[in-house]
């Protein structure tokens, strides 16, 4: 069901047999929506989890964002509705953004998150020379942009050229925080190196998880099954008994 958060849509996704009072907050990437998280939702509803898959700024009427921040204010909006601290899972600029906010959060899951400037590759000259050319970009097709969605049948949306530009060009630091963290990376994952994943676990102190067989489009390609389950099983163990006994408390007040 879509639930509206101020101008933003986000849908959400009711266990029927809830087993966890923290929710999962999912966060897409860029030029996507939250249509990318439709497999992994339909695989953590059935275990147990409250879903909540949020579409950013520039999505379904909402007005396109300005600058990073906006979009990092969208998950503060998203999850000061929700009735505890989340699990925030963010893929590509998601993961970015769950990193950047997982103080708000009381785990974090980061899906090849988006480590500037690796990812520069992606638009080719004729990319680069539109960074300067226009204000929104359009989703890059062919190839390469298969490559980076993986899905063809994925609702794709054009991005406000200051934000791509501040990604491709600029170092995004990283808040330290005692949030558990998971980094998730692609061993053939054209955009975000599984090296440069590793160097961010190491300088964050957070977990990681590599998955050889498996490119940037980790919520859809091949195997997805596999890591969603991976990540399932690292939050459940990580987390488990703080948040059943937040369940049972709250049955009891």
Request: net charge neutral; hydrophobic share 45%; with cysteine.
């Amino acid at each position: 069901m879509e639930v509206r958060v101020g101008e933003l849509v986000m849908e959400v996704t009711r266990t029927p047999s809830p087993k966890f009072a923290a929710p999962l907050l999912l966060v897409h990437g860029l030029w996507c929506t939250a249509d990318v998280w439709r497999r992994w939702v339909g695989f953590l509803a059935h275990r147990g989890w409250s879903c909540h898959a949020l579409n950013l700024r520039g999505r379904l009427g909402a007005p396109r964002a300005e600058k990073l921040a906006d979009y990092e204010e969208d998950i503060c909006r998203a999850v000061a509705g929700m009735e505890a601290p989340p699990v925030i899972i963010g893929h590509d600029l998601g993961g970015l953004l769950a990193l950047r906010v997982a103080a708000r959060a009381c785990a974090v899951v980061a899906l090849a998150p988006w480590v500037p400037p690796a990812s520069g590759g992606l638009l080719g000259a004729w990319g680069t020379l539109k960074l300067s050319l226009q204000r929104v970009l359009s989703a890059p097709r062919g190839s390469r942009g298969r490559a980076y969605w993986g899905d063809p049948k994925l609702s794709l949306v054009a991005e406000p050229t200051a934000i791509v530009r501040t990604l491709f060009s600029e170092t995004i630091s990283l808040p330290s925080t005692s949030t558990p963290t998971l980094l998730v990376a692609g061993g053939r994952d054209q955009f975000v190196p599984r090296i440069s994943v590793e160097r961010v676990s190491q300088d964050i102190g957070a977990a990681l998880l590599v998955d050889e067989e498996a490119g940037h489009p980790l919520p859809v390609e091949a195997g997805w099954e596999r890591r969603v389950g991976r990540v399932h099983r690292w939050i459940v163990q990580g987390l488990g008994d703080p948040l059943l006994l937040l369940r049972e408390e709250s049955e009891h007040e």
